[in-house]
């Protein structure tokens, strides 16, 4: 369940250090963590990918979290087994809830080579062969020989793919689908490039009836292992509607209904995600990465963004109380496939566009609060977050109205609840900065509202019919809070 006016914190980016020491730095990071205001932590993948340099999304083996000596190691990236029950300890006993990084739409790093029937595909229309069936060799064995059987004896074999993307006996990478009886992309994917069931790797096939009991049987055993609270889903739009509803059902049966599932669906098309929505019944939050691509722009287009505009088209407009709405994570961030890096200048600015709304789930990167080690130049904005943190844990509660106006200037009026009564007003510019008049209420008039931020030296007096004026001097923000709040 997630806390009122929570927050989570995306736990790691994409170039930490390989030297097997996240879980610790994590631990001594936790109590500044809760400190902080944030009430639950999303951390990377934990289960052993393909060498202790692989972030963890090309998964090798899902049982492995850093017990067993595969693939060149016993810990993964980011240490031990031990180590990781120690974090997860320390997390939860500050309080904090615990999200895993969980992939399950491919394998990566076999242990042998298979020979089987496949035909290549056009990459940008899947539904479309290239030439003609024929023997390949790829590495589709997966026996796990450190691990020797134990927690499953299960062991994988090219039947249990729908794709790879290497010809060992040519030599040559594409997208080859896999022949045989009961074979093909699964139905319920993404249409994107005609059927978007591949992505990497070894891509697993949803529908073999072997691969979904495993799979099942693994998030049973892993939720038992680490006692999480809830799962971020990665890849779902190339995961088969059908596979996934089957596993959240067993997940919400066995491990209950506030077992938190959060899913990244990659793509601005409202379209796709409102149709996903509607397939997985609503069961399902998901990243709201329609607002990250505005957020984006607003930052690219400075002064020429329309602010007014700035939830159009997102899901935390259309489904707010499905919306994890964040500003970047691993795969925005600069030199990765997905970058698409909100400017600096309106970082702040984006952080307040989600932390002091009322819709939404914010998550914060861990590269805008403790930096990114890889990028020297940018240390994050881990005050203006802290600052932000605050405002949002003493002053953003109950109602909202929005006061999106003009163009280069909007504002907002939280209206506080039974238990967290104080109002704050926000001002957001991207130009010269200005004035809005909002209502407060007239219990307010004649009492005096200061900016929490400090940007406006000017005193707001609320008037008899509960309007005041609230300005920002400059491109930037203000937060307005009765003096006898603050």
Known sequence: MIMKNGVMLQGFEWYLPEDGNYYKNMMTKASEIKFAGFSSVWLPPVCKGTGTNDVGYGVYDLYDLGEFDQKGSVRTKYGTKEELHELLET??????????????????????????KAVEVDPDDRRTEIGQARDIKSWTGFDFLGRDGKYSQFKWNFMHFTGVGYDDITGEHGIYKILGENKGWGFEVSPENGNFDYLMFANIDHAHPDVKEELKKWVQWFIQETGVHGFRMDAVKHIDIDFFRELTTSIKEADGQDFYLFCEYWTGDMELIKNYVEETQHQLDLFDIPLHYNLQQASTDRDGFDLRTIFDGTIVQAYPTLAVTFVDNHDTQPRQSLESWVDPWFKEMAYALILLR?????????????????????????????????????????????????????????HGDAEHPAKAAIVLSNKEGGAIQMFIGEGYAGKTFIDQMERDENHVTIQGDGFGEFSTPSAGLSVWVSEEDA
């Open 358 to 414: 009322k819709d939404g789930y914010p998550c914060v990167f861990y590269g805008d609060y403790f930096g990114i080690d890889s990028q020297e130049d940018y240390t994050g904005v881990k005050d203006e977050i802290n600052r932000l943190m605050f405002l949002r844990q003493h002053y953003c509660f109950g109602d909202q109205d929005d006061y999106f106006q003009e163009a280069n200037l909007i504002g907002w009026v939280r």
């Open 91 to 116: 997390l939860k006993n500050e309080g904090l809830d615990v999200y895993a990084d969980v992939v399950l739409n491919h394998k990566a790093g076999g242990d042998r080579l298979e020979q089987f």
